[in-house]
């Protein structure tokens, strides 16, 4: 059992727990998404298109929030208005419209391996999901000890998975974050919580259940970082892994069952500047 922590002096831990509980129902609804990446999957109702642009937004996720939003959308128009379709059925001469794409470090070699793991992936999978699972046949949001604490071992294994491939560029490794290099995997644990979390306020989308809520860690950017640590809840100043698991361990104590919840919380304080 995790210890409890002392939180900001003075204020007690149901004081905190009450104040996260109000700012996450507050931040959790679809109001406070329309500037948000999730928005973009959210154009969608089939789930392997909510998986691919829900994936290909989380990736983009870096910088001003309208210039996200713009590339993404780019990048469904790119796709004819159909990702699914596109990435199985497209033909080669279809790929030229992707030279000019380019976000950041995100480039046309990137976007080209993108398309080409999904086309590979998609021929024998019905369900990004699958990539993730250590055992697709059992998933790890079956009962018992043998259920990873945490999704840890998902994001290894999924970049193991999406790295192997002949003809997988080096550069592109960047934008696939692991824990095995302490990575914060800020943008994947996002896209994570997007399919995983299953809730009535129709932000998150839920369409996954071989991996449980209870599994999830923290998305932390140094928004949530300086957040958490001013209320009390974190105590390492580098956002990498270890904070983002040392965040989760903490808001565990509020809520076992999904602790990422509070997500919408502390992205929602720092966002909004109300510290």
Not at 92 to 116: C, M, P, V
Request: negative net charge; contains cysteine; proline residues 5%.
């Amino acid at each position: 059992m995790t210890q409890e922590r002392n939180l900001l002096p003075g204020t007690s831990q149901e004081l905190i727990h009450e104040f996260l509980d109000t700012k996450a129902d507050f931040y959790n609804r679809p109001s406070f998404i329309e500037r948000d990446p999730i928005s973009i999957p959210h154009r969608f109702s089939q789930k392997q298109d909510i998986e691919i642009m829900g994936f290909w937004s989380a990736v983009l996720a870096w910088g001003q929030r309208p210039v996200i939003l713009r590339k993404a959308a780019e990048l469904i128009e790119h796709m004819d208005g159909a990702p699914y379709d596109f990435v199985r059925n497209h033909q080669e001469s279809d790929l030229k419209r992707f030279l000019a794409f380019k976000h950041r470090t995100f480039n046309t070699t990137d976007a080209l391996y993108f398309l080409h793991f999904f086309r590979q992936y998609y021929q024998t999978n019905d369900s990004l999901e699958d990539a993730f699972l250590v055992s697709p046949d059992s998933g790890f949001a079956e009962t018992g000890s043998d259920r990873p604490e945490t999704v840890e071992s998902a994001l290894v294994v999924f970049h193991d998975r999406f790295c192997c491939d002949p003809f997988f560029p080096s550069r592109t490794r960047k934008h696939i974050a692991t824990p095995a290099r302490n990575s914060s995997c800020k943008r994947l644990l996002m896209f994570l919580r997007w399919m995983v979390r299953q809730d009535d306020r129709g932000v998150d989308f839920g369409v996954w259940t071989r991996l449980h809520p209870s599994q999830l860690v923290i998305p932390i950017d140094v928004h949530v970082n300086r957040v958490a640590r001013l209320l009390g809840l974190l105590t390492r100043q580098q956002t990498d892994w270890k904070a983002a698991m040392e965040l989760t361990e903490t808001l565990r104590q509020f809520d076992p069952a999904d602790p990422v919840r509070y997500d919408f919380a502390l992205f929602g304080l720092g966002v909004e500047g109300e510290l």
